[in-house]
C-alpha cells in the first residue's frame, strides 16, 4: 500500500515537472513572439535621434511619425490600395474557390484526382520560384501597372481550394441526395446548401486570404512601379530606400497597419481555429 502510495506521489510530481516545463516553454515562446511587436510600438512613437536607444519606453514619447507618416506621404492612399486590392482578391477568390472545392469534392469527372494532386503541388511552389515567368505572362497580358496586375495573379490559392475540398467531403453526401429526389442540379445544390454550409470555413479563410494580401510585399513590389499603385508594404519600404534614418517613420507605419490585422484576428480567432479543427484533417 506504501509503494502504491509513494508511485503515485511520484506521478502527480513528474506531472507537475512537466507541466511547470511546458509552461515556461510557452512563456519564453510567447516573450519571443510579443517582444518584436512592443518594440515596433515603442520605436514608434521615439524621436529619431532616440529611434536606436536600447530603452523600451520612450524617454520623450511623440506622435510626430505617425503625424508624418499619415500627412507627409501619401499613406493613406497606400491603405486604400491595399484594401482595395486585399477585399476583392478575398471576394473573387472565395467565389471560385467554392466551386473548384465542391467540384472536386463531389462531382466525379475523368482526371479528378490528378487535377487535385496538380493544383495541391503548386502549393509547395514559393512565389520568388515562378516570379518571373509570372511576370513576363502579366507584362504580355498588358496588366503591368494596373490594379489587374495586383489582383489577378493572387486570386488563386491551392491552399484555399485544398481546404474546401476537405471541409466538402466531411459534409453528409445524404443532404445532397435528398436535394437531388426534390430536383435540384449541381448548381442549385451548391447555392442553396453548400455555401451556406460553408459558412465557417468561408470566414476563416476570408480573413486568412486579406490578411494575406495586407501583408504581401514581392509581387506588388514587381507588378507595379507607380506610386499611385503602392500598396502599404511597398510603402513602408519606400522609408528605407529614400531617407537613411527613417525607422521611426517605419516602425508608426508598421504600427498603424498592423491594428486591422490585430483587430480582425483578435475578433475572429475563434473562427479560424474551428475552421481548421473542421476541415477535414482528421
Known sequence: MTEHRQSAYFSRSQVTVVRVVWMVVTTILALMTLFPLFWMVSMAFKPAPEAFS???????????NFIYVLTGVPF????????FVSATVTVVALFFHTMAGYALARLRFPGRELIFLAIFSTFLISLPVIIVPLFIIVRAMGMLNSYAGLIVPAIFNAFGIFLLRQYYL????EIEEAARIDGAGYWRIYWSIILPLSRPIMSALAIL?????????LWPLT?????????????IANFKSQYSASWNYMMAASTIIAIPTLVLFV????????????????
Open 54 to 64: 536600447s530603452n523600451l519606453i520612450p524617454q520623450a514619447p511623440t506622435f510626430d
Open 76 to 83: 493613406i492612399r497606400y491603405m486604400l490600395n491595399s484594401f
Open 170 to 173: 466531411s459534409l453528409p453526401r
Open 209 to 217: 486570404f486579406f490578411l494575406a494580401n495586407w501583408n504581401a510585399f
Open 223 to 235: 507588378i507595379a512601379s507607380d506610386q499611385k499603385l503602392w500598396v502599404v508594404q511597398v510603402g
Open 267 to 282: 475578433i475572429f480567432q475563434r473562427q479560424i481555429m474551428d475552421s481548421l479543427k473542421t476541415s477535414g484533417l482528421k
